[in-house]
């Protein structure tokens, strides 16, 4: 099979190591409210449309604002932590960076709002992504394949035709359904093997660390 006519990377916990800050920020907003909070919680989030988190916030932990306050509760804090340290996952930036070196369009494509999504691609060699999709530019969020097929739309190419890459069942979820052939790289949450209902799509990876253009072909 010849290379993806793109790449199209998630952001949390696939590019950067951020869920501890989004749990922290979870867990601290929460208990302002007088709600309880826990891992399983935080856990259930991971990948999700941030609206739906605030949400889900609101029903489980207690928290009374609107799903839109939440998440810029959220965000300050989360973009504060970022402010002090970018936490890569390890192997990201250099399977990036041979993407780009090969001439392979890239995207973005990240639940997390434009002005978090921003601070980290700051932190990227320019030019490191054409495109991206933000979860504040769409109407409905991972696991919906909208993010999928916007990005690869914005590129020009088909999504059939693109190798997506990402960490959780949500995202990977949302490749799938976009018509991608998707890299998972498990971290804070499994994802189940048979995802792709055994279509050959979905390849699962232990980490990224010293994956090549070959990884990217199947």
């Known amino acids: 099979m010849n290379q993806p006519a793109a790449v199209l990377w998630d952001m949390d916990g696939t590019i950067v190591d951020t869920e501890p800050y989004w749990f922290a920020a979870e867990f601290e907003i929460v208990e302002m409210h007088g709600g309880q909070w826990s891992h399983e919680h935080a856990r259930a989030l991971v990948g999700s449309d941030l609206l739906d988190s605030g949400a889900y916030m609101r029903k489980h932990g207690g928290v009374d604002r609107e799903p839109a306050e939440i998440v810029e509760m959220l965000l300050d804090r989360v973009v ?61 969020g991972k696991p919906h394949p909208e993010p999928y097929l916007l990005a690869a739309e914005r590129l020009g190419v088909d999504a059939r035709d693109c190798v997506a890459i990402e960490d959780s069942p949500t995202g990977v979820r949302s490749a799938l359904a976009a018509g991608c052939r998707v890299l998972g790289v498990p971290h804070v949450v499994e994802i189940p093997s048979d995802l792709d209902q055994g279509s050959g799509q979905l390849v699962i990876a232990a980490s990224l660390v010293g994956k090549t253009l070959n990884d990217l072909v199947w």
């Open 80 to 140: 504060a932590q970022l402010r002090i340290e970018v936490p890569w996952r390890p192997g990201a930036r250099e399977l990036l960076a041979a993407v780009n070196e090969a001439g392979i369009p890239t995207a973005l494509v990240t639940m997390s709002w434009k002005r978090f999504a921003d601070q980290v691609v700051e932190c990227l060699p320019s030019g490191s992504f054409r495109v991206s999709v933000t979860g504040d530019e769409v109407t409905r």
